[in-house]
């Protein structure tokens, strides 16, 4: 099964952006999000829905409702500006959504 | 600090075989479930392979199930994937990830390590 996520999204700095992930077995199961700036690896941010990792800023939260979970970034940052992945498990296969790239104006 | 360290990616013809390893530090390795993602160049993340805590559960992506093995050493504190009929699609940055859980499904992936780049071509 797909993850599907927007491919770009922008926002201004100081503003509330969500970034969306839809897919038919989110229902049942839980969503991680990552973040990859150029260049380096991914990062954990959000896992099991909505938990923040470890280190992780308050102004990155993440919901799921039905199939659809959802990463917000309020106050956006310059240092926001990246790729963001949600992935999820189907049984034991890992999914990764396609990414997002956010872009801070 | 919890460090993967990767190793082993290389430019390699079709059809070759080829052998990643990681080397983890900084956490009890043999508690943790452990996964390989991949990522070619300029484009997204691909889950690979799966193991559990003690290497009894595995799970592959469709992608390159039969032609590949994941394995680990507790006792070495590292983690493996073999890769055997190698394609331009097996092109890809090989990250070793940490999960937050011993189980190979369904939990965190945690920690990334910086990767080891695959090159497929004649």
């Known amino acids: 099964s797909d993850l599907t996520q927007p491919p770009s999204v922008s926002v201004s700095p100081g503003q509330t952006v969500s970034i969306t992930c839809s897919g038919d077995k989110l229902g049942d199961n839980y969503v991680s999000w990552f973040q990859q700036k150029s260049g380096q690896s991914p990062v954990l941010l959000i896992y099991?829905?909505?938990l923040r990792a470890s280190g992780v800023p308050e102004r990155f939260s993440g919901s799921s409702s039905g199939n659809t979970a959802t990463l917000t970034v309020s106050g956006t940052q310059a240092m926001d500006d990246a790729d963001y992945y949600c992935q999820a498990w189907d049984r034991s296969a890992g999914i990764f959504g396609r990414g997002t790239k956010l872009t801070v104006l | 600090e919890v460090q993967l360290v990767e190793s082993g990616g290389e430019l390699v013809q079709p059809g070759r075989s080829l052998r990643l390893t990681c080397a983890a530090s900084?956490?009890?390795?043999?508690?943790?479930?452990m996964h390989w993602v991949r990522q070619p160049p300029g484009k997204g993340l691909e889950w690979v392979a799966s193991i559990d805590w003690k290497g009894g559960d595995t799970a592959f992506a469709d992608s390159v199930k039969g032609r590949i093995s994941i394995s680990r050493d507790n006792g070495k504190n590292s983690l493996f994937l073999a890769f055997s009929r190698l394609t331009s699609e097996d092109s890809a940055l090989y990250y070793c990830?940490?999960?937050?859980?011993?189980?190979?499904?369904?939990?965190?992936?945690?920690?990334w390590g910086q990767g080891t780049l695959v090159t497929v071509s004649s």
């Open positions: 990830t940490k999960d937050i859980s011993p189980e190979a499904g369904g939990g965190t992936i945690e920690h």
């Open positions: 900084g956490f009890t390795f043999g508690n943790y479930a």
């Open positions: 099991q829905d909505s």
